[in-house]
């Protein structure tokens, strides 16, 4: 007797569905609240993942084909010093914000060339990065001198 593949896994569909839901929501939790105070007096909110040790910096955004555009990532290095990304295997063009420990923005690499394995460096040593959906610096006035509030950063 011949089974469809559907039939054969017909018994585990519910259990795979159920570890669906859960990277889904392991996924949520990760997420973190940022928030960028502008020099202009705006303040900006995101929800970002937080890339705090090397095997999650080197994955960064890489194979992602969108991101919403309230959400981001954020490097954190552990250290202050001078920093270059790229963005290899990364098809989002992405707006990067090098950020001092004070969370003051550095520079603004603005729309990054997706796929690229050309470096962008952080221009001074920085604390961190934070990449933005492509144009997000430009349409909210964040420019460097801003201000990223996060637990990251010292007040």
């Known amino acids: 007797m011949r089974h469809s593949v559907l039939q054969r896994f017909r018994p585990v569909l519910p259990a795979l569905g159920f570890v669906v839901l859960l990277a889904g929501a392991a996924y949520a939790q990760a997420l973190e609240a940022l928030a960028i105070a502008t020099q202009g ?25 969108s991101m919403p555009a309230d959400q ?15 963005m290899q295997n990364t098809y989002l063009s ?23 394995t050309r ?11 934070l990449e933005l959906n492509a ?6 006035g964040i420019k460097p001198g801003d201000r990223v509030e996060h637990p990251l950063f010292k007040r």
């Open 135 to 140: 144009g997000t610096a430009a349409k909210l």
């Open 72 to 86: 981001g990532m954020l490097f954190d290095f552990g250290r202050v010093e001078p920093v270059s990304m790229w």
């Open 41 to 65: 007096g705006q303040k900006q909110s995101f929800k970002v993942e937080v890339a705090r040790n090397d095997a999650d910096r080197a994955q960064g955004l890489m194979y992602r084909r």
């Open 119 to 129: 470096t962008i460096p952080s221009g001074e040593p920085v604390l961190a990065v």
């Open 94 to 116: 992405l707006d990067m914000l090098f950020i001092r420990p004070d969370g003051t923005v550095a520079r603004i690499a603005a729309n990054t060339e997706p796929l690229s």
